[in-house]
């Protein structure tokens, strides 16, 4: 067999070996922080409402953002109000 199979070989299980001393050090870690499972469900339960609320203000800002820079435009664009008030009009004939 060529060398550089055993070359490969022994690569491969260093690399092996420092992946699973990774792994075994951040298990360790993580038992440490989160000694019993209440309080890893009660972090994320928080994580996950501040999360949500975070990404509706997020997503309601870009949105007042965006009509904004909308209304901007059409005010210095004629052409663009008038689109956009065609388009608002047939949404609002489309609700009723």
Do not use: C
Not at 8 to 19: A, D, P, V
Request: glycine letters at 10%; hydrophobic letters at 45%; aromatic letters at 14%.
């Amino acid at each position: 067999m060529p060398l550089t199979f055993w070359k490969k070989l022994k690569k491969n299980i260093q690399e092996g070996n420092e992946r699973g001393a990774r792994q075994s050090v951040l298990e360790e870690l993580f038992n440490d922080f989160n000694r019993n499972r209440f309080s890893v469900y009660k972090f994320n339960f928080f994580r996950g409402i501040f999360f949500g609320l975070g990404s509706v203000l997020g997503g309601t800002v870009v949105l007042a953002v965006l009509v904004w820079l909308l209304n901007l435009t059409g005010h210095l664009v004629p052409g663009v109000a008038g689109f956009i008030d065609h388009v608002v009009e047939l949404m609002q004939t489309a609700k009723q």
